[in-house]
């Protein structure tokens, strides 16, 4: 059944000879808007980065950012700033809209919202190579190459982070789940994030402990570690609903230095070649 929904939804996006960089918006809009044909779109999985859903007020008054709170915003409040509203996915659609999807076709949106996501790679880098490194990683690439060195390392806008291998766990079983039958996680909003919070000094210590010859060349003199912002976001949902047991920052660390490393060092080979 999984493999099937699955299948179909791939053969529909091949018919109607669109690629997937249109984005999940462009695909929805034709399948609700526009009578596009796609009969077997029963799953749909969105991924939109946390801050996108957050409303920085509500940070002076809670730092914490429960599930329920996700995308709750419909319509802006008018003394609001508008920067302050950024609602990608309302729980709440218009009228406009609720008539549209009461008439196109039925399928499931499920949300999965992560913060920073560390981890190693295994799509092929391409000749940009290490530069190619999606923005969360490129942080722990500039550590591992030396480019702080000489510096402080760099303090994270929020200490939280999710294991790309946790995230991607997320999304496939939220497929194969609500592919199986169960209805109870139909249109979920989830926030995925791991329990401890982080920051870079927290990889510089790993390194100096797992990697120590290396350390020595590429991570400036020790420092304290500073105290994390007040910042927290619940990702417990996602374990219970998903399953998803997070990993802990040391082993995300530890297998995406290992593979820098081996990178770096290919690199330079090729470089001198």
């Known amino acids: 059944m999984q493999e099937a929904i699955i299948l179909r939804l791939r053969i529909e996006l091949e018919r109607s000879s669109l690629s997937w960089k249109l984005g999940p918006v462009s695909i929805l809009h034709l399948s609700i808007y526009d009578s596009w044909n796609c009969e077997y779109l029963a799953i749909v999985i969105v991924t939109r980065w946390w801050p996108l859903v957050l409303i920085p007020d509500r940070f002076s008054r809670d730092p914490s950012y429960p599930r329920r709170k996700l995308n709750t915003t419909t319509t802006p409040d008018p003394n609001t700033p508008t920067e302050q509203v950024t609602p990608?996915?309302?729980?709440?659609?218009s009228p406009t809209t609720t008539s549209k999807l009461n008439n196109g076709p039925a399928f499931d949106l499920t949300v999965i919202c992560p913060p920073l996501v560390f981890g190693p790679w295994?799509?092929?880098?391409?000749?940009?190579g290490l530069a190619s490194l999606n923005h969360s990683n490129s942080e722990i690439r500039d550590?591992?190459?030396?480019?702080y060195r000489d510096s402080r390392l760099p303090e994270p806008l929020a200490?939280?982070?999710?294991?790309?291998r946790d995230a991607a766990l997320a999304h496939v079983e939220a497929i194969l789940?609500?592919?199986?039958?169960h209805g109870e996680l139909s249109n979920g909003r989830y926030t995925i994030c791991s329990p401890k919070r982080f920051n870079y000094h927290m990889v510089g210590e790993i390194i100096r402990e797992e990697f120590p010859e290396w350390a020595e060349q590429v991570l400036p003199p020790k420092e304290e570690i500073p105290p994390f912002v007040n910042i927290s976001l619940d990702g417990t949902l996602v374990t219970r609903d998903l399953g998803v047991a997070y990993r802990s920052f040391?082993?995300?660390v530890v297998d995406l230095v290992r593979q820098l490393r081996e990178e770096i060092l290919r690199e330079a080979e090729a470089s001198r070649s």
């Open 88 to 93: 990608p996915f309302s729980t709440t659609p």
């Open 122 to 128: 295994v799509h092929p880098l391409g000749p940009s």
């Open 143 to 147: 550590i591992v190459r030396g480019e």
């Open 159 to 164: 200490p939280l982070w999710v294991d790309v």
């Open 177 to 181: 789940r609500l592919g199986s039958g």
């Open 250 to 252: 040391r082993e995300c």
